[in-house]
């Protein structure tokens, strides 16, 4: 069987590299909290299946308003101070709790950078909250050893499932979408690059796993072992030329 071919490699960063997500949860509770709702309604309805089934992966400004409504506080709580609210939070939270990599992380990194693969990071993270999330990982120090580059999602671009965050990561890379594999955990990521016209692998974690059916998903795994089990199987990386877009 002919293997499929493949110029570049992007990577997921939050549930997929680092095991930040329930950062990312910890913070939407205790704002809704600090808005006045009572701690035991927050914990008893907004557990961690629930935002796991609704809202894990998807960019805080597409779920702030769904979130709001579902406690009755849309005409209560302005948007942007539920936003800012919350970024205060996970501001605390990424400077004072230890973010590590999710299993198999590091281990996918390696494998891609030890066969030659151009790697890049993309996040549908600002550029305020990515390098705090950084610097409380390995991964910061991991990234600057090899000299990764991190695209973050900035003014103007939409957040995923919309594609912006990988059409401008490709373009960073010097390379046609279609020639890059990527590796994400959500299922808002995995259409974001479906629709940039990329070859999504799909990691479903405990956070991610109820909305990456296997019947909707064409390329669905366990893990990131057995994603690159299937890469070094299955895809062969085509070696940079002095034309990165031919």
């Given at each position: ?98 973010i590590n990599y999710m299993p198999g992380a590091l281990e996918a990194l390696e494998y891609f950078i030890s066969i030659g693969a151009p790697v890049i ?126």
């Amino acid at each position: 069987m002919k293997r499929k071919q493949f110029k570049a490699v992007i990577f997921d960063i939050d549930g997929l590299l680092l095991d930040s997500e329930i950062l990312q949860y910890k913070a939407w509770v205790q704002n809704l909290k600090d808005q006045g709702v009572n701690p035991p309604e927050v914990e008893g309805r907004f557990t961690e299946q629930h935002y796991a089934a609704h809202y894990a992966g998807v960019s805080a400004e597409t779920i702030a308003i769904p979130i709001l409504c579902e406690f009755g506080l849309e005409s209560i709580v302005a948007e942007m101070d539920f936003l800012r609210r919350r970024d205060e939070i996970l501001d605390d939270l990424f400077r004072s709790e230890e973010i590590n990599y999710m299993p198999g992380a590091l281990e996918a990194l390696e494998y891609f950078i030890s066969i030659g693969a151009p790697v890049i990071l993309a996040t549908s993270g600002d550029g305020y909250e990515t390098p705090l999330k950084l610097a409380g990982s390995p991964l910061g120090e991991y990234v600057k050893e090899k000299g990764l580059k991190v695209v973050v999602r900035k003014q103007g671009i939409k957040g995923k499932p919309e594609p912006d965050i990988f059409l401008a990561t490709a373009k960073e890379l010097g390379y046609a979408p279609g020639d890059c594999l990527v590796f994400e955990d959500s299922r808002s990521g995995y259409d974001a690059a479906v629709a940039a016209g990329m070859t999504c692998f799909a990691i479903a974690t405990k956070w991610t796993a109820p909305n990456l059916p296997e019947d909707e998903i064409e390329n669905r795994y366990e893990s990131l072992a057995d994603a690159i089990k299937d890469v070094k199987q299955n895809y062969g990386l085509v070696q940079p030329s002095s034309d990165n877009t031919s």
